[in-house]
């Protein structure tokens, strides 16, 4: 089943700017398992006199188990941390792959990610793009688990390059860098070992170096996506596809209006957990059930792997997208804590789910 292309005959495709739905899915809708629900409970004291919306809420959230009763492990996401991070970004100005200004932002990361307490890496590379060669480099973290089982968390964190525009990205990928590096922190600050290995990994060029998705390329290289294909396919020659049980893209879910449909191209037990666990929390309104057609993105190098994957995205109405105009004003704190939140709720269900022994994608 390929995407709707209807979805993208879109003002943005007029633009020449959609990314083209391609290829048939790999991942086919599977049987919805029961889910345990796990507590989420308020640490507010007393009666608050006001009813905050769901996203004010302290919550506690376990990390470690997806049972009915785990020891609750005071987690708090912080939106403003998030927030933080996406400035310091823009600070840097446009960061396309192999400038300065990208390799500031790829020390940023790493340094956050040492201060967690985490042993993060970089794995350089070099990419024939359009523009030449390019030096890149994924960044890569781990929380190791009861289990070698591992679910990656992610997100590009290069900036689409312009020639004539000053392009900053506060949504793609700023929201999605700054919410991955909070996740991160919040699931390092764990006293309880999770069952299964959290990798947090931040793609290198993502976008495209020419103006449409599918504008220059070949099939076997095409021009968007250098930094998850060069990781999939790591993955693929050290025969390490089977310990990798889900991934879960960050990209684009910041926006101030924030509303995430579903990626048409996302396995779907994957999307439903995080959806059922959104709706858990209280954010009915932002996990909806429309389709998403987004036509390719760093999940889908995963998912021709093998790998079961589910791309949390806003692009179809989020109209500031490859604009100057995605700006700081566009994205919120409280839509990368819902997001985050959500996230992290749903790990536990994600490793209960991807049990040893059972791969889904290779379940018929
Ligand atoms: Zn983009």
């Given at each position: 089943m390929a995407g709707s292309a209807g979805v993208l005959a879109s003002l943005r495709y007029l633009q020449c700017c959609a990314r083209n739905v391609r290829g048939r899915l790999l991942s086919q809708p599977k049987t919805v398992i029961a889910v345990a629900l796990f507590g989420v409970i308020p640490?507010?004291?007393?009666?608050?006199r006001k009813e905050l919306p769901p996203g004010d809420k302290p919550v506690s959230i376990s990390?470690?188990?997806?049972?009915?009763?785990?020891?609750p492990i005071p987690t708090s996401f912080n939106g403003e941390r998030a927030m933080a991070h996406v400035k310091k970004q823009l600070e840097f100005g446009p960061r396309p792959p192999d400038t300065p200004e990208l390799v500031k932002t790829r020390n940023y990361i790493v340094t956050e990610l040492k201060s967690y307490g985490l042993a993060a890496s970089t794995d350089e590379f070099v990419a024939n793009t359009p523009q030449g060669r390019k030096k890149m480099a994924n960044i890569i973290a781990e929380i190791p688990g009861e289990s070698t089982n591992v679910i990656i968390i992610s997100s590009h964190y290069d900036t689409k390059f312009f020639k004539d525009l000053h392009f900053v990205g506060a949504n793609d990928p700023g929201a999605s860098v700054g919410t991955l590096l909070e996740i991160a922190r919040v699931a390092a600050s764990s006293s309880t070992k999770p069952k299964a290995t959290y990798r947090f990994v931040f793609f290198d060029g993502?976008?495209?170096?020419?103006?449409?998705?599918?504008?220059?390329?070949?099939?076997?290289?095409?021009?968007?996506?250098y930094g998850s294909r060069h990781y999939a396919e790591q993955l693929v020659d050290r025969h390490q596809?089977?310990?990798?049980?889900a991934l879960i893209l960050l990209d684009?879910?910041?926006?101030?209006k924030l509303e995430l449909g579903r990626?048409?191209?996302?396995s779907r037990w994957l999307q439903d957990i995080i959806w059922q666990t959104g709706r858990d929390l209280g954010y009915t309104k932002v996990f909806v059930d429309r389709p998403e057609g987004v036509?390719?993105?760093?999940?889908e190098p995963f998912l021709r792997a093998g790998i079961d994957s589910v791309d949390l995205i806003q692009l179809?109405?989020?109209?500031?997208?490859?604009?100057?105009?995605?700006?700081?004003?566009?994205?919120s704190a409280q839509s990368m804590k819902i997001v985050g939140e959500t996230v992290l709720a749903s790990l536990p269900r994600i490793a209960a789910h991807a049990?040893?022994?059972?791969?889904p994608s290779v379940a018929q």
């Amino acid at each position: 089943m390929a995407g709707s292309a209807g979805v993208l005959a879109s003002l943005r495709y007029l633009q020449c700017c959609a990314r083209n739905v391609r290829g048939r899915l790999l991942s086919q809708p599977k049987t919805v398992i029961a889910v345990a629900l796990f507590g989420v409970i308020p640490l507010l004291g007393g009666c608050p006199r006001k009813e905050l919306p769901p996203g004010d809420k302290p919550v506690s959230i376990s990390l470690g188990s997806p049972s009915p009763s785990p020891s609750p492990i005071p987690t708090s996401f912080n939106g403003e941390r998030a927030m933080a991070h996406v400035k310091k970004q823009l600070e840097f100005g446009p960061r396309p792959p192999d400038t300065p200004e990208l390799v500031k932002t790829r020390n940023y990361i790493v340094t956050e990610l040492k201060s967690y307490g985490l042993a993060a890496s970089t794995d350089e590379f070099v990419a024939n793009t359009p523009q030449g060669r390019k030096k890149m480099a994924n960044i890569i973290a781990e929380i190791p688990g009861e289990s070698t089982n591992v679910i990656i968390i992610s997100s590009h964190y290069d900036t689409k390059f312009f020639k004539d525009l000053h392009f900053v990205g506060a949504n793609d990928p700023g929201a999605s860098v700054g919410t991955l590096l909070e996740i991160a922190r919040v699931a390092a600050s764990s006293s309880t070992k999770p069952k299964a290995t959290y990798r947090f990994v931040f793609f290198d060029g993502e976008e495209a170096f020419c103006e449409g998705w599918d504008d220059c390329g070949t099939p076997d290289n095409p021009d968007h996506t250098y930094g998850s294909r060069h990781y999939a396919e790591q993955l693929v020659d050290r025969h390490q596809v089977q310990s990798v049980r889900a991934l879960i893209l960050l990209d684009m879910m910041g926006y101030t209006k924030l509303e995430l449909g579903r990626d048409t191209m996302s396995s779907r037990w994957l999307q439903d957990i995080i959806w059922q666990t959104g709706r858990d929390l209280g954010y009915t309104k932002v996990f909806v059930d429309r389709p998403e057609g987004v036509g390719g993105d760093d999940h889908e190098p995963f998912l021709r792997a093998g790998i079961d994957s589910v791309d949390l995205i806003q692009l179809n109405d989020y109209r500031y997208w490859h604009t100057p105009e995605d700006t700081l004003d566009k994205i919120s704190a409280q839509s990368m804590k819902i997001v985050g939140e959500t996230v992290l709720a749903s790990l536990p269900r994600i490793a209960a789910h991807a049990s040893p022994g059972v791969h889904p994608s290779v379940a018929q």
